[in-house]
């Protein structure tokens, strides 16, 4: 463990955290509600840091990143903890989930570990919510930067805005999760707020590249009004911000039915009403996976699975000449 970044001391021994807008106040003994922050003899302690529950080699359009180094593969590590508590959580065994077996490593072994993976672009803190690993993800962003490695941060953009700052210009690139565009839901279904995670995105989006990915859950956030709200908000900052609408299947603790297809594909066209880059996760769908020119509407990138062919011209759109949201090796 290493003691915490971004708490205070309270006069009555309790610790407040100031690394997340929960703002937990800690007891002597007790965590906050993330559950790897714990207050110990009135300091505040990081206890997932250097504790890895996952690593693996991924493609980048596996994180979803669509623009991002497309048809690259990315080394992607994760922790163990969460600051949210959500009902349909894909990775509840880790982000729920704390007392389980992990490996501990440093810093510069994990970004030995990334060089040495052949045609690897960087490292993607993924798997479980990065942000609640914070003094381990900034130590290894900055040695990954140094070593020429891209940063790339898979998260739900629930961070106070210090924190958040630090860590940005170390950051090539996140996804970050709206979970729905309403506040109700986020209180009700993940024990969040809606507009922290807002916030963070219309900070990161001017600082990096930034794509967003929303789980469509039936009778919850499904709604064509909500969808609406959220491509108009999106496109109020940038109009080629990706977005990824994803099908939604039960897990840990919702069990409802999974979303149609066709929910789905209606929810995209409604958003490309708006927005320039939007695609369909979770499902097979050979139009919702490619990217086309949002002048001309001609097939930019192809995307079959995990294969990727990019059509580009100079990031531009061979028909039209429209410029088209691409970062790639020829940017490095």
């Known amino acids: 463990m290493?003691?915490?970044?971004?708490?205070?001391?309270?006069?009555?021994?309790?610790?407040?955290?100031?690394?997340?807008?929960?703002?937990c106040r800690i007891s002597q003994g007790r965590t906050g509600i993330c559950r790897v922050r714990k207050n110990i003899g009135g300091k505040l302690y990081s206890m997932n840091y250097g504790r890895v529950s996952s690593l693996a080699m991924d493609p980048i359009e596996k994180k979803p990143l669509y623009h991002f180094y497309p048809g690259s593969m990315i080394f992607s590590v994760g922790s163990v903890g969460c600051n949210f508590r959500?009902?349909?959580?894909?990775?509840?065994?880790?982000?729920?989930?704390?007392?389980?077996?992990?490996?501990k490593v440093s810093a510069e072994e994990l970004i030995n570990a990334a060089k040495q993976r052949q045609d690897n672009i960087g490292i993607a803190y993924t798997y479980n919510e990065p942000t609640v690993w914070y003094e381990f993800v900034l130590e290894c962003a900055k040695l990954a930067k140094r070593e020429g490695l891209k940063n790339v941060l898979i998260t739900n953009g629930f961070i106070e805005k210090e924190p958040l700052q630090e860590i940005l210009p170390l950051i090539d690139a996140m996804n970050i999760d709206v979970k729905a565009f309403h506040e109700d839901f986020y209180k009700d279904m993940v024990s969040?707020?809606?507009?922290?995670?807002?916030?963070?995105?219309?900070?990161?989006?001017?600082?990096?590249?930034?794509?967003?990915?929303?789980?469509?859950?039936?009778?919850i956030n499904d709604s064509m009004e909500e969808i609406k709200a959220l491509a108009q908000w999106l496109s109020s900052l940038r109009k080629d911000i990706p977005l990824h609408l994803t099908r939604y299947f039960p897990n840990y603790k919702l069990d409802i039915l999974p979303t149609p297809v066709e929910k789905i594909k209606m929810a995209r066209d409604t958003a490309m009403k708006y927005l320039d880059y939007v695609y369909t996760g979770n499902m097979?769908?050979?139009?919702?996976?490619?990217?086309?020119?949002?002048?001309?509407?001609?097939?930019?990138?192809?995307?079959?699975?995990?294969?990727?062919?990019?059509?580009?011209?100079d990031n531009k759109c061979p028909k039209c000449g429209t410029p088209i949201l691409l970062i790639k090796d020829s940017e490095k």
Request: aromatic share 6%; glycine share 8%; proline share 5%.
């Open 192 to 219: 969040g707020q809606l507009l922290p995670v807002k916030e963070t995105v219309e900070e990161a989006q001017r600082k990096c590249h930034v794509e967003i990915t929303t789980l469509i859950i039936p009778g």
């Open 284 to 313: 097979i769908d050979e139009i919702g996976g490619n990217t086309y020119c949002p002048s001309c509407d001609k097939l930019i990138i192809e995307r079959a699975g995990y294969q990727v062919q990019v059509k580009t011209e």
């Open 2 to 23: 290493k003691e915490a970044m971004y708490y205070k001391k309270n006069n009555d021994g309790t610790i407040e955290c100031g690394l997340c807008p929960h703002h």
């Open 86 to 103: 959500c009902k349909f959580c894909q990775n509840w065994q880790i982000a729920q989930l704390t007392d389980i077996p992990t490996s």
